[in-house]
């Protein structure tokens, strides 16, 4: 199955800086998904193992019941789940048919060991998640 595009990924404010070379081999690592309207992608509690971007459709994201956002096409999100593989922070249920990529922790993380500079990247991604998460309390 084909990848996302690279200029899909690039869209991706974690991956915005990544050179091309580096986008190509992430995008060979994504896993090619279609949701239908309705269906949870995620559940706040369940162990995160992927990475989603959307290349069509909407979502919407609740945190302990509550909306708390919507996301669309070249949003993200689990990134999360490729540091710590933690407990998902919140449910994320297609509102439309949803087509996407999904990136495994497995292949992310000897990508960014060969890549540092996507770590500093990712910590950046992952600061500005607290801050909003902390905003909504």
Not at 24 to 28: E, T
């Given at each position: ?8 990924i ?5 991956f915005?800086?990544?050179d091309?070379?580096?986008l ?5 690592e994504?896993?090619?998904r ?12 369940e162990a995160g ?22 996301l669309g ?8 789940a490729?540091i710590?593989?933690s407990?998902?922070?919140?449910t994320?249920?297609a509102d ?7 990136l ?10 060969s ?13 500005q998640?607290?801050r ?6």
């Open positions: 199955m084909p990848g996302p595009s690279t200029e899909l690039r869209r991706v404010p974690l915005a800086d990544a091309d070379a580096f190509q081999r992430l995008a060979d994504f896993i090619e279609t949701y239908a309207p309705g269906e949870t992608i995620t559940v706040e509690g193992r992927t990475f989603v971007v959307i290349e069509s459709g909407d979502v919407t994201v609740t945190v302990h019941g509550r909306e708390v956002g919507k096409p070249g949003d993200a999100f689990g990134e999360m490729l710590d593989k407990a998902r922070t919140a994320v249920k439309t048919e949803v087509h996407g990529y999904q495994p922790v497995w292949s992310f993380r000897p990508l960014v060991e890549h540092p500079e996507m770590a500093w990247a990712l910590m950046e991604a992952l600061a998640r607290v909003v998460a902390e905003s909504r309390t």
